[in-house]
């Protein structure tokens, strides 16, 4: 009778750990964030359901965007070093190579539009700042020649293989020209003095925001930095969900690469706590079976 007591003093203690104290510690330390929002319903100006012409948005792209943006993919290199160009834009612009791939199509029309306004970065950029955003807004396109450019990045991006090779690959393209991650060797392509002067703050190295910020947090950040931090520098970047899933899973795989294993572990030091307690159990009944 006495040792079903104790049994029940145990796990009352641990169910008010479990079912109380750890979630509310968790909902002080991770506050609840508002969901990623993919659909980028905000920005609206361009008719995202015309169907785009690659050939004239190749054109179109040839003549606005690779005198600052090398597109690899489609054979145009970058025009000049990383360093002159972070010197003349304040931040090195991304090849577009995977741009057609990686980013949501309503962010991304809408972004070439008007770039500002789709990265929400309107409080940086006020009309009484002084400031310009580097990249010119393509508001005087129609949509339908927005829509041709889409297309025509969307029929240069190379396929990338589902592993962390791949992951790699989108996490370079979305966030490497301002982020470090040394952790995997990836230096950001903007050198830092020019980034703090561009961005007014240094963007983190993030080989271990995965464990520091957990997975749920990012989601929402990387979707909209203002919600969770507001009036940060860090732009908003657009990625497709499955563009946003292999950037935060590259985060885990550098980060935090032991997890699957821990994981696999714990089942084995609970297989082995069952055996133990069988043990145990049939060792107590022997011991009393003499006593009596
Ligand atoms: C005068 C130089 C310049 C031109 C021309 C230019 N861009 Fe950019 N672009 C930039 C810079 C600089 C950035 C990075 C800005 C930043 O991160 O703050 C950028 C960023 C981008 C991004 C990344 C958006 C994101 O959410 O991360 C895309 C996509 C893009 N440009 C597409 C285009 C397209 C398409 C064209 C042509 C229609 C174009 N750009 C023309 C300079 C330029
Ligand atoms: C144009 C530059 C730029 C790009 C592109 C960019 N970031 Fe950032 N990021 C910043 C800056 C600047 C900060 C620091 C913001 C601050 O201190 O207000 C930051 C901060 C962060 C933080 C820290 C947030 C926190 O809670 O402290 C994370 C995480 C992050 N970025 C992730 C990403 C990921 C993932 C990508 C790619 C999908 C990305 N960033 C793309 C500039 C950028």
């Known amino acids: 009778m006495k040792e079903f007591k104790i049994l029940a003093v145990i796990v009352a203690l641990v169910g008010i750990t479990y079912y109380g104290i750890e979630p509310y ?16 319903k905000d920005v609206k100006n361009v008719d995202t359901t015309l169907a785009g012409n690659v050939e004239n948005g190749k054109a179109l792209v040839e003549a606005n965007c690779i005198a600052c943006h090398a597109i690899e993919a489609a054979g145009h ?11 003349s834009y304040g931040v090195v612009p991304p090849d577009l190579s995977s741009a057609g791939r990686i980013y949501d199509t309503n962010y991304l029309a809408n972004f070439i539009f008007d770039p500002v306004t789709a ?27 927005i829509m041709d450019v889409v297309a025509y990045l969307k ?20 966030c490497g020209r301002c982020h470090n991650m040394k952790y995997a060797g990836i230096e950001a392509t903007t050198p830092t003095d020019n980034l703090k002067n561009y961005m007014g703050a240094t963007p983190p190295d993030l080989s271990q925001y995965i464990k520091s910020r957990g997975e749920h947090y990012l989601h929402s950040f990387i979707n909209d930095p203002q919600v969770l931090l507001h009036g940060t520098s860090m732009p908003r970047v657009g990625l497709s969900e499955k563009a946003q899933e292999e950037v935060i899973e ?15 572990l714990g089942l084995y030091v609970m297989g082995y706590m069952v055996v133990f307690a069988l043990f145990a159990y049939l060792w107590k009944r022997k011991i009393w079976e003499e006593v009596h």
Do not use: C, I
Request: aromatic content about 8%; cysteine-free; glycine content about 4%.
């Open 25 to 40: 510690a968790h909902s002080v330390m991770h506050p609840e964030v508002a969901a990623a929002d993919f659909t980028f």
């Open 155 to 174: 029929s240069v991006a190379p396929k990338v293989s589902e592993d962390k090779e791949g992951h790699k690959a989108t996490f370079e393209a979305a």
């Open 119 to 145: 990265m929400h970065l309107e409080h940086k950029y006020t009309p009484d700042s002084g400031k310009q955003f580097p990249m010119p807004s393509y508001n005087w396109m129609t949509p339908q020649e």
């Open 250 to 264: 590259y985060m885990e795989e550098v980060g935090d690469s032991k997890k699957a294993e821990r994981e696999s």
């Open 77 to 87: 290199p970058a025009v000049m070093p990383n360093a002159d160009a972070a010197a």
